[in-house]
């Protein structure tokens, strides 16, 4: 693939992470709840990734545990905090643009007898922090730190201060923000957060999930002694390693790698309104914050799925719709939320690697491949 721009779906391991991998491949094989030595060492190299995550997290170690995917993290965060608040409501609140992980896991609880209540969002994808006061009987609530299609950061600190007035504990999925913003989560107040390691460098397979000290909270399912109660199963200490090497060497970077990637959106959003007809470009980093390096438009008159094949044969990789529900044909439920075109839509998301020529190639193919497929459709003149 010659120019991959959907690094807000996944990104290339980060070469600390690879080194990384190697050495823990050798040496972290084993056991860490063993006490011979090949168990110890594992042990160790298991709390040590603890105390790098923890540490670029504004946690404490004992308060980070690692799941078998953000998705995981998520389901856990959500349905545990449930589950120990019963005698305070049967409540789940979500934003309607969360992830699809957390919108599952809300809709599992409601199924199983619990209320469900999501809160809309304005034209941006943000929600309105006085729109997020909790009903009575709400158990936990779930806000995005950003939006993974439109990259809009939510007012996590302000809902967290509202809600926690209410007696109400606050979920943020920071999976699109971890290793490509600064994220404490003292600064952002929320009380659990869950990320996903290969969505900054480190290894498929490794959530995040940190739940801060006086929250209550209960394993939804069966009990296992496992990171701390709260993770069931073995831990893959390989690429537990990897990814908190990810996270760390991810950290040092954003610095330098933030403006960068803000500025091939900014220079995206500028050029494509006069290079083709047609454009909503969604979202405003003017009226809104957002995460660095996504955006998101659609075109008028064609389908996104159309557009990625054609891009994909020019060698050019991105992501239509949500990233995780591109393959059926539900629209968004994000740009749905947003009152936005839902059609012939497109995310653009850079990463570490991505350079100018990166962003060239696409502009320089985008307008023949949306011009040829409205012609197919007869609506090439608008």
């Known amino acids: 693939m010659s120019t991959y721009l959907d690094h807000a779906s996944a990104t290339p391991l980060h070469p600390a992470a690879r080194d990384a991998l190697r050495v823990a491949l050798q040496d972290g094989w084993a056991d860490p709840a063993r006490l011979y030595r090949e168990g110890r060492r594992a042990r160790m190299l298991l709390d040590a990734a603890r105390e790098t995550v923890a540490g670029v997290l504004g946690t404490r170690p004992d308060e980070v545990s690692f799941a078998a995917s953000g998705t995981a993290a998520a389901t856990l965060a959500l349905l545990g905090t449930a589950a120990a608040r019963r005698r305070a409501g049967d409540v789940i609140m979500v934003s309607a643009v969360e992830h699809s992980s957390v919108l599952h896991a809300a809709q599992h609880h409601e199924q199983a007898g619990g209320r469900l209540v999501e809160v809309g969002v304005d034209r941006f994808g943000r929600v309105d922090p006085a729109a997020f006061a909790p009903v009575p009987g709400t158990a936990v609530a779930s806000l995005q730190h950003a939006n993974h299609e439109v990259g809009t950061v939510q007012p996590v600190a302000e809902v967290a201060e509202r809600l926690h007035a209410a007696g109400v504990p606050l979920h943020t999925d920071a999976a699109v923000t971890v290793g490509r913003v600064p994220v404490d989560l003292g600064v952002l107040g929320a009380d659990l957060l869950t990320a996903?390691?290969?969505k900054f460098g480190g290894p498929a397979g490794v959530g995040i999930l940190a739940v801060r000290t006086g929250t209550r909270w209960r394993s939804p399912w069966p009990a296992d002694e496992r990171e701390g109660g709260r993770v069931a199963g073995y831990p893959n200490v390989p690429s537990i390693v990897a990814a908190a090497a990810a996270l760390a060497a991810r950290t040092a970077e954003l610095a330098a790698e933030g403006p960068r990637l803000a500025g091939y959106v900014r220079d995206l959003r500028r050029r494509l309104p006069d290079l083709i007809d047609g454009v909503e470009l969604l979202g405003d980093p003017d009226r809104a914050p957002?995460?660095?390096?996504?955006?998101?438009?659609?075109?008028?008159?064609?389908?996104?799925?159309?557009?990625l094949t054609e891009l994909d044969r020019a060698g050019i990789a991105v992501s239509s719709g949500s990233s995780c529900t591109s393959d059926t044909l539900t629209p968004s439920h994000v740009l749905v939320a947003m009152g936005a075109l839902t059609h012939g839509n497109l995310r653009v998301s850079f990463g570490r690697d991505s350079t100018q020529a990166d962003l060239d190639a696409l502009l320089e193919v985008l307008p023949g491949v949306v011009r040829a497929v409205r012609a197919r459709l007869g609506a090439d003149e608008l």
Request: aromatic residues 10%; glycine residues 4%.
């Open 196 to 198: 996903s390691a290969h």
């Open 290 to 307: 957002t995460a660095p390096h996504i955006t998101a438009f659609s075109c008028l008159y064609v389908e996104g799925e159309a557009l």
